[in-house]
């Protein structure tokens, strides 16, 4: 199979810098989305600038400008989306809209990955919150890709193994209790974990 050009958002998070060192890897020619929005986060500028020297492209373009985002997409085959969609981080799944429209109008992207990589959201409807708005909003953004006839794969990674194994499957923490581990149901539920390079390799191949 030939390499595609791939434009990666969200590159300097938990997932997207995984993507792109994997798709570099893959010899894939890999661009990664530099937003304005950053500021002065120095972290963040640091990755990119460690993008660029491993190979990446750095391609400037702001949710704030309908314009850039369409000159960016233009020039790459995939878009990956990676933006976080955790409801008690920062929470961008309903951005990806405007990355629908661009993607749209550019009319050139063969295949769109949105920011899903965990459980299926069709099937979490019984979901309760505050955790079941990032399910909702995952599913306004199907809608809007389908309808637009974008080309797209839902990458459906179920849950984390560094999000929820350190800490038992406890929420609001990612390191083991020492007092109590709360049980959910009646404790004979199997669930499904996978480590993280996992579903990576599945996102870039």
Same mark, same amino acid.
């Given at each position: 199979?030939?390499? /595609?050009?791939?434009?990666?958002?969200?590159?300097?998070?938990?997932?997207?810098?995984? *993507?792109?060192?994997?798709? #570099? @890897?893959?010899?894939?020619?890999?661009?990664?989305?530099?937003?304005?929005?950053?500021?002065?986060?120095?972290?963040?500028?640091?990755? #990119?600038?460690?993008?660029?020297?491993?190979?990446?492209?750095?391609?400037?373009? /702001?949710?704030?400008?309908?314009?850039?985002?369409?000159?960016?997409?233009?020039?790459?085959?995939?878009?990956?989306?990676?933006? /976080?969609?955790?409801?008690?981080? /920062?929470?961008?799944?309903?951005?990806? #809209?405007?990355?629908?429209? @661009?993607?749209?109008? @550019?009319?050139?992207?063969?295949?769109?990955? +949105?920011?899903?990589?965990?459980?299926?959201? %069709?099937?979490?409807?019984? %979901?309760?919150?505050?955790?079941?708005?990032?399910?909702?909003?995952?599913?306004? $953004?199907?809608? %809007?890709?389908?309808?637009?006839?974008? +080309?797209?794969?839902?990458?459906?990674?179920?849950?984390?193994?560094?999000?929820?194994?350190?800490? #038992?499957?406890?929420?609001?923490?990612?390191?083991?209790?020492?007092?109590? $581990?709360?049980?959910?149901?009646?404790?004979?539920?199997?669930?499904?974990?996978?480590?993280?390079?996992?579903?990576?390799?599945?996102? *870039?191949?």
């Amino acid at each position: 199979m030939g390499k /595609s050009k791939v434009l990666v958002v969200g590159g300097t998070g938990y997932i997207g810098r995984r *993507i792109v060192k994997a798709s #570099l @890897a893959e010899g894939h020619e890999t661009y990664v989305l530099q937003r304005p929005e950053i500021g002065l986060d120095i972290d963040k500028l640091q990755i #990119l600038l460690s993008f660029k020297k491993q190979g990446a492209h750095l391609i400037e373009g /702001s949710f704030n400008d309908h314009k850039s985002l369409v000159d960016a997409v233009k020039q790459v085959d995939v878009v990956i989306c990676t933006m /976080s969609g955790v409801h008690f981080r /920062s929470h961008n799944i309903l951005l990806q #809209l405007k990355l629908v429209e @661009a993607i749209k109008e @550019a009319g050139n992207v063969k295949r769109f990955l +949105p920011s899903e990589f965990g459980m299926d959201p %069709a099937r979490m409807g019984h %979901a309760l919150e505050p955790g079941r708005v990032t399910f909702d909003e995952k599913m306004v $953004v199907r809608k %809007a890709i389908e309808e637009a006839n974008i +080309p797209f794969t839902y990458v459906i990674a179920n849950c984390f193994a560094g999000y929820f194994v350190g800490n #038992l499957s406890q929420l609001g923490r990612l390191t083991p209790p020492k007092d109590k $581990v709360y049980l959910y149901g009646d404790g004979n539920v199997k669930g499904t974990f996978i480590y993280l390079l996992n579903a990576i390799n599945t996102c *870039i191949n």
